[in-house]
């Protein structure tokens, strides 16, 4: 989350880069906008799922869960949301204990656990989606069919770049 609310102005970025070299002021102040709209989105994003006690990762396990019927090990849960085998284990223990989700042996490996979606889960989910699918119609309603695809194009380029400069960084 980007914490900065008060947004340096052209001018500003200029100053500084005058005294700290910055080859790139417009990708900076570009960067800022985009940093401090996605931020304020994912804020909201989770104010909303707060209202139906969710945190993100648990309205994307739950999904996960929903979008595969037969179940799923918790390291494929873990994979799917981008947290660890343990950080998951605890995010399905308390998915269980608020009976949303149960945890059952692998028929096919008794050393594994699989987790399927339980129907509080599937309640859950019909409440939360609708209003969620609402809100993100109302945010992307600025946007004209062409810029959304613009954007979609740009978002996947920034993407691209990200893993290009970790793949440089590693």
Known sequence: MLELKDLPSFDTLSQFAKLYPN???DGVQTW???????????AEFEANLARHGLSQTKFFVLLLLKRNPDGMGVGR???GV?????????????????Q???REQDVN???AWVVRLLPAGEALLALALPEHYHWVAQLMSVFSPQERDQLRGLMRKLTTSLADNKAIAA
């Open 82 to 98: 981008s947290v660890s085998s343990p950080t998951m284990t605890g995010i399905v223990d308390r998915l269980e204990q608020a």
């Open 100 to 102: 949303l989700c149960r």
């Open 23 to 25: 080859p790139d002021i």
């Open 77 to 79: 849960l873990a994979e």
């Open 32 to 42: 800022l906008l985009l940093s401090r709209g996605c931020s304020d989105m994912m």
């Open 109 to 111: 490996d008794r050393r």
